[in-house]
């Protein structure tokens, strides 16, 4: 620091970020991107390991032999869904009591703010039905749970089906410590998340739903099922859950080890896991397995029924039975299997999973890589935003200090000169404009979704979405009128120290972003981070505007979903796309206001007014 | 291993020193009892008692021949002056609504070591209150430091007591009592055993795969006679199990003791003056025809307990006849008709308790009591002790029932002292009938010291249950019982006038995480903070606060030094 406080090494140094300002911004932009993709290579990725001692090894002698069993349940609650047309309660009641749990239910409504289309449903009330196995001699204090989303269609009964005879068998059993909750909810995370409202007796998203009558104490562990056929080719694996949040590695360790165990076929993203590191070919395709996670991160949606216990501290992961066309099968008992060992595991713990990762990056099952590795990758292409600013802060200060500087008094220490507050002021029109903007974003679609529909021919939900995009569109045109209020003093310095403003205000975000979730900060930031280095008002002024339009947070997603969709080898046409991306809008807002998703409000009301202020800097007048 | 891993308190029983072939009229007796009550649920209680009673005056007379009655307790009553001594093991939690209101009231358990297996662990919990008599002139004063009980009662029963911070007592126990109502975490370690009467049925192997178990031993002053003009001392010890009917009979409701105790009863104690074995065939509906006991009970034996009017069958095992026929006594009973799969009757009066809220800074409590009662209200005494490092907010705290605000007729407060004191929260209030009320009360986390944390501190801390204490309107009118010569489980319930009967409750323990540091990484974070700070800060705060000059490079050398001397010594400024 002694090189700081010394003024002439001080203004080498300066002098030195200046000139080299761009080769350095370069240099650094193209080294996160390389330490991103170089993190699928053997150093940076590291074998899984399991951290907690309880759960060490697979000393448990899996006797679950109730597939037959599992297969009758499933027909019956198929034949009982379908003739009732809903979740058949009194039968999951009764058969739950007849295996011997303490069987309990829970109804529950909401409106949601507009019709999900996807789902087709707006006035939501359904019922939860649960059912506790008490351990013995255990005073209800940690509990495991199993839980089965049901949607609206047929699906899942195979998983009720294996539920209930897991059930069944567990509750034969001695060995429990800890009490294990049977759920089946109704409107798949809907149910979940009102379930675990009250279970934790708060409300976070405004679901009106019956206080329950049975608890089991702290939960420790979750496990959600999805399972569609009375026999599977492979088992996939869902991690991501809401705004990005990752169960303990442990969990995902212990599935895999039961997976090994009972030779079950495993993967995760729809991926099998690469044989070969050491080859070009493995890392390749953990390359791609690792971006689909990063993409599903991203989003911030939960995937899989899973993602809502994470909130509450409740490690949990999904599971999906697969039915492709893969020769070998397996039946319902090798998942039981799976499931009991699992359960058994969990059973043994001594204290929460705390011993493993909770944030890292899975390029395959057994491959991890963890957050002191993966964050340098977002740190590089932060530093690109800071060079510039202090690039720009520099040639502020010189151009407010006239012309003396060159003339060789050197005073690096002069206090702020007086036209500093003069930009200043000027700054404080455009960021307020494109804050409101931000802010207009964010209410208005569903606030005014009435009116739209009164006065147009769209369906609420369309309302939504397109008024969303007019907002959107119509930040491009504001900047052009922000400016005119402020005096053209000096033309220079207005735009230089609002982009200084926007580079701090972008770094900022993205820092807190990546902090907490990194694959949204990183992709935000691989985007981002180049046209907002580059905007100014001089140059191909057309040419930075398509970029900018191109780099913007809804282009990045609509770029995201065609990348998703080449990555599963299923591309996408455009008007697919198109198609896909107005869904997205719409479940974005709509998982806001159910779940407490925190993308759409992050992008809305933080993302998109800093992006506005660079697309301002680049129409500076 | 399993048949020497035998039951704890019993040993007290094996201390007597033999006298008892001595031919004077004995002053102490024993009786042993034990009743199997099937549960509304389908499971199956089984409560032993044995009671021991001694005519002596332990505290004035110096006693020193021990007969039936334990030498290790009678010790501990004269040297302290007890009063009254009451310590029970649990492990499980009396499910009061699918079980009805517990025989004997004894907390929840939480188990301590090796929460997975069966076979080798027995953590419990032990609810304790001792009281002493106040000083007098020919006593020595009892024990004015509060780690003495469970030092001393530690080594008499070989169970590890550890209670964090001082006995508070509530306000509504008399003065001169001090008691824990919960040590959350007990851990018995030794057992003893004795094979004879009832006691041929304690079987570890059997005990330990029960729903529920409980121990307990209390010890009273009784009346020698209705004038009261002397005591006798009175030593209860109890066990309560419950079986498991689903897993001990695969779904049938039939039992019988072979099957819950794989033993028979073979003979009688030859100690006890009196051994009987009770069986609740109180049918639930009025048809008589749904169950039936093998061998048939000679007696039978009525009496309303707990507000409802039960019928018990009785197998004296003094009775020759009971016994010599067939060499051994196995009862069973079986179901004429199986019971429908219905929803077992609700008790009166069952609570609940849970934490509300996520995350690691803030949290609320909340107790629903429930009053299933179709028209009758009463009132319930909720006595709440809990942790000093869950700070309570008190101005939080909300009763409400049906919809509406409940103030409590009577509530009682004493903030807790970090470290020293938990928080003692006691309300008396009034449940109105068929209704639900929600006690809820919020919390914040405190961060403790690190030396502070238990060793393992991501498992979350024990918050102990919550008390309630109820007179519960009875269905049946009781009346007061002799307690000598009824059986020894209805002298549990102490029944005060015929209309209520007394009901003690003890909801579930509740398991708080506090926020925790990461204890495997402190040497790494340490280390980098110290260079972070180390390195930037100093320096920062170095640039931030001192101004800078420029200053002149100093030209000129000796020759202008030494003109600058002459001129200063002229008075003239300097070059």
């Not at chain 2, 007394?502 to 340490?526: A, G, K, W």
Request: charge should be positive.
């Amino acid at each position: 620091m002694g090189l700081l406080s010394d003024p002439v090494r001080r203004r080498a140094l300066a002098r030195l970020v200046l000139r080299l300002n761009a080769p350095l911004c370069v240099l650094s932009y193209v080294a996160g991107i390389a330490w991103f993709l170089a993190l699928v290579f053997p150093p940076l990725t590291q074998r899984t390991y399991m951290s907690e001692n309880a759960m060490g090894s697979t000393m448990v002698e899996e006797q679950f032999a109730g597939g037959d069993r599992a297969r009758a349940f499933a027909r019956d609650f198929a034949a009982h869904r379908k003739k009732s047309g809903a979740l058949p309660v009194a039968w999951l009641e009764r058969t739950m009591r007849s295996v011997g749990l303490e069987v309990y239910t829970q109804s529950f409504s909401r409106k949601l703010p507009f019709p999900d289309e996807t789902h087709e449903r707006y006035m939501v009330s359904g019922t939860n039905v649960y059912g506790i196995l008490r351990a013995p001699r255990a005073a209800s204090t940690e509990s495991l749970v199993l839980t089965v989303p049901c949607g609206s269609d047929s699906t899942n009964s195979q998983a009720v089906g294996l539920l209930l005879a897991l059930a069944a068998h567990f509750r034969g059993q001695i060995y429990w410590a800890k009490d294990i909750v049977f759920l089946v909810t109704e409107h798949d995370l809907l149910g979940t998340e009102a379930w675990l409202e009250a279970y934790h007796d708060v409300n976070v998203t405004g679901m009106q739903s019956s206080p329950l009558q049975g608890r089991a104490g702290a939960i420790q562990a979750a496990v959600a099922l999805e399972l569609s056929s009375d026999v599977v080719t492979s088992l996939d694996v869902a991690v991501e859950g809401l705004n990005g949040q990752l169960p303990n590695l442990d969990l995902l360790n212990l599935f895999q080890t039961f997976c090994q165990k009972g030779g079950l076929l495993c993967t995760l993203q729809g991926k099998l896991q690469p044989e070969d590191w050491t080859s070009l070919d493995g890392p390749l395709q953990g390359l791609q397995t690792l971006l689909l996670m990063v993409l599903r991160q991203a989003s911030g949606r939960p995937h899989g029924s899973h993602g809502l216990f994470l909130r509450y501290r409740v490690e949990a992961l999904t599971l999906r039975g697969i039915n492709s066309f893969r020769q070998y099968k397996y039946d319902l008992v090798a998942v039981g299997k799976a499931l009991e060992g699992m359960f058994r595991k969990l059973n043994h713990l001594l204290e929460r999973l705390h011993q493993s990762f909770f944030l890292y990056l899975l390029p395959g099952l057994s491959r991890f890589v963890s957050i002191g590795l993966y964050m340098p990758a977002v740190g590089f292409l932060l530093l690109v935003l800071g060079l510039k600013a202090l690039e720009l802060w520099m040639q502020l200060h010189e151009a407010g200090m006239g012309l003396e500087e060159p003339g060789g008094a050197p005073g690096p220490s002069v206090p702020l000169p007086p036209s500093q507050g003069v930009g200043l002021a000027s700054l404080v029109a455009p960021l307020l404009i494109s804050q409101a903007m931000g802010l207009a974003l964010y209410v208005l679609p569903v606030l005014g979704q009435h009116v739209a529909t009164q006065h147009f021919p769209v369906a609420e939900a369309e309302a939504v979405v397109l008024t969303l995009l007019a907002i959107y569109a119509a930040g491009l045109a504001l900047p052009h009128n922000t400016h005119r209020v402020v005096s053209a003093q000096a033309p220079d310095r207005g735009w230089m120290a609002l982009k200084l403003v926007a580079l701090i205000y972008l770094a900022l975000q993205l820092g807190c972003i990546a902090l907490t979730n990194f694959s949204l900060g990183f992709l935000l930031a691989t985007t981002m981070v180049p046209t907002a280095a580059l905007a100014k008002p001089h140059g191909p002024r057309t040419l930075y505007a398509a970029l900018l339009v191109l780099t913007s947070p809804a282009a990045t997603l609509l770029g995201s979903l065609f990348l998703w969709r080449e990555l599963q080898e299923a591309p996408l046409s455009l008007a697919e796309g198109w198609q896909l991306f107005l869904a997205a809008l719409a479940q974005g807002v709509l998982e806001h206001h159910t779940y407490g998703a925190l993308l759409f409000p992050l992008l809305s009301l933080g993302l998109y007014p800093c992006w506005l202020l660079f697309w301002n800097v680049l129409f500076w007048k | 291993m399993a048949a020497a891993m035998p039951l704890a308190l019993l040993v007290l029983l094996l201390l007597g020193p033999g006298g008892w072939c001595l031919a004077e009229p004995p002053r102490d007796s024993l009786r042993e009892e034990l009743v199997i009550t099937p549960l509304p649920s389908g499971d199956v209680a089984a409560t032993f008692q044995f009671r021991t009673r001694w005519d002596s005056e332990l505290q004035r007379e110096g006693v020193s021949h021990y007969r039936l009655f334990p030498k290790a307790l009678g010790q501990l009553i004269s040297k302290y002056s007890l009063r009254e001594l009451h310590l029970s093991f649990t492990q499980g939690f009396w499910r009061t609504r699918y079980w009805g209101p517990p025989f004997l009231q004894a907390p929840s358990v939480w188990i301590n070591l090796g929460r997975s297996s069966v076979m080798s662990s027995q953590g419990s919990s032990a609810p304790l209150s001792t009281s002493s008599t106040p000083p007098t002139q020919s006593l020595p004063l009892p024990p004015s430091n509060p780690w003495v009980w469970p030092m001393t009662l530690t080594t008499t029963f070989c169970a590890m007591l550890c209670c964090r911070g001082r006995w508070s007592a509530p306000k509504t126990s008399p003065p001169g009592r001090s008691s824990c109502p919960v040590v959350p975490r007990a851990s018995l370690i030794s057992f003893h055993l004795l094979q004879a009467g009832l006691s041929v049925l304690l079987k570890a192997d059997r005990l330990f795969h029960t729903s529920y178990h409980s121990q307990a031993v209390h010890i009273r002053p009784v009346c020698r006679n209705a004038r009261c003009t002397s005591i006798s001392w009175e030593l209860r010890q109890t066990l309560s199990v419950v079986f498991d009917a689903f897993i001990t009979g695969q779904g049938k409701k039939d039992w019988s003791l072979f099957r819950m105790f794989s033993r028979t009863l073979t003979e009688p104690c030859p100690l006890a003056s009196e051994s009987r074995v009770y069986v609740d065939i109180t049918t639930y509906n009025q048809d008589n025809e749904t169950l039936e006991v093998h061998p048939p009970p000679t007696t039978t034996y009525q009496d309303v307990i707990l507000g409802t009017r039960k019928t018990y069958a009785i197998y004296d095992l003094l009775d020759t006849a009971m016994i010599n026929n067939s060499r051994n006594l196995n009862i069973q009973l079986k179901w004429k008709r199986p019971p429908e799969n219905e929803a077992p009757p609700v008790p009166f009066l069952h609570a609940q308790r849970y934490v509300s809220g996520y995350g690691l800074q803030k949290g609320e409590l909340s107790t629903l009591l429930y009053n299933t009662h179709p028209y009758r209200a009463f009132p319930v005494l909720l006595l709440d002790t809990v942790p000093w490092y869950l700070r309570l907010y008190v101005h939080t705290l909300t009763i409400t029932s049906k919809g509406k605000e409940n103030k409590p007729s009577y509530i009682h407060y004493q903030p807790a002292q970090d470290r020293l004191q938990p928080h003692l929260l006691e309300m008396l209030i009034q449940l109105p009938a068929n209704s639900v009320t929600k006690v809820s009360i919020q919390f914040e986390r405190a961060l403790l010291k690190w030396t502070e944390y238990t060793p393992d501190p991501n498992h979350g801390f024990y918050v102990s249950p919550s008390v309630l204490s109820a007179l519960v309107p009875s269905m049946v009118a009781a009346k007061p019982v002799d307690w000598e010569e009824s059986p020894l489980f209805n002298s549990l319930f102490p029944v005060s006038d015929g209309s209520n009967y007394f009901v003690r409750l003890y909801t579930e323990p509740l398991l708080v995480n506090l926020p925790t540091p990461d204890f495997s990484m402190p040497y790494n974070v340490i280390c980098l903070t110290c260079t972070v700070v180390a390195v930037c800060y100093g320096s920062f705060y170095n640039l931030l606060t001192r101004t800078f000059h420029i200053e002149e490079p100093r030209t000129g050398g000796l020759a202008k030094r030494l003109a600058n001397l002459i001129r200063r010594a002229r008075g003239v400024p300097p070059l």
